[in-house]
């Protein structure tokens, strides 16, 4: 089993709808989860990130954490066209000493929003 | 600077050659990372530096691989003997240090290198 778990897709959804964007990892003593936006043939850029269980909310953009299940997911309100992307999933590790910059990524989704 | 920048942006090398990659972290960062993004592997950590020192190298994948950071700025990437399935973007990444707390790791737009 992969550490960390995304549906490459690609997911379509239509302009003003909501995208769903799930994330499994299998570290249960993971803290903290992050969600980038990487759009083709560009870099990633930080889109949230998220440590506690339940609901954050930025913008039209809702990261959701389940510690329980061990699933993260992101919602992504009024899709717009702009959003069309590849979404990573990504954690830092659980262990002490070692550096919070050390990711892993999930595959990433790719999302597609038609108008 | 104002971001993470990394040069060249785009490198094609004959296998065997040897290449060498530079970033130039987010002035401040005391933290560097190193990461490898190829078609179908995903985006991979490889190294990463806290000032000068890399106390994490265990993602180079091989002996081939080296890096190094100088004045606890400037990296370089050095890939000796570039193999084809070294061909992929190297992505450099910075923040403000290496520990906890939600530091915002900062991505460079990478250097795509295809080795022929």
């Known amino acids: 089993q992969k550490e960390v778990e995304q549906n490459s897709g690609p997911l379509s959804v239509p302009e003003g709808a909501i995208a769903s964007l799930n994330c499994t990892y299998s570290d249960r003593g993971s803290q903290s989860f992050f969600w980038y936006r990487q759009y083709s043939g560009k870099s990633p850029e930080l889109i949230m990130f998220?440590?506690?269980?339940g609901d954050k909310e930025d913008g039209r953009f809702t990261a959701q954490l389940n510690k329980a299940s061990q699933y993260v997911s992101l919602l992504i309100r009024d899709s717009q066209p702009s959003d069309s992307a590849t979404y990573l999933c990504a954690v830092p590790p659980n262990a002490g000493g070692t550096s919070y910059g050390k990711l892993t990524f999930g595959q990433g989704t790719i999302l597609t929003v038609h108008p | 600077g104002a971001g993470v920048s990394q040069s060249p942006s785009n490198k094609v090398t004959e296998k065997g050659k040897d290449v060498e990659l530079r970033c130039d972290p987010i002035?401040?960062?005391?933290?560097l990372y190193w990461y490898r993004q190829s078609l179908g592997q995903g985006l991979e950590f490889l190294i990463y530096f806290q000032g000068n020192s890399a106390p994490d190298k265990s993602g180079l994948p091989s002996d081939r691989f080296s890096a190094e950071r100088t004045g606890g700025s400037v990296s370089t990437l050095t890939i000796q003997r570039t193999q084809q399935e070294d061909s992929a973007v190297y992505l450099c990444?910075?923040?403000?240090?290496?520990?906890?707390?939600?530091?915002?790791?900062?991505f460079g737009e990478g250097s795509w290198l295809t080795v022929v």
């Open positions: 002035s401040g960062h005391t933290a």
């Open positions: 998220i440590y506690s269980n």
């Open positions: 990444a910075s923040s403000l240090s290496s520990g906890t707390g939600g530091n915002t790791i900062y």
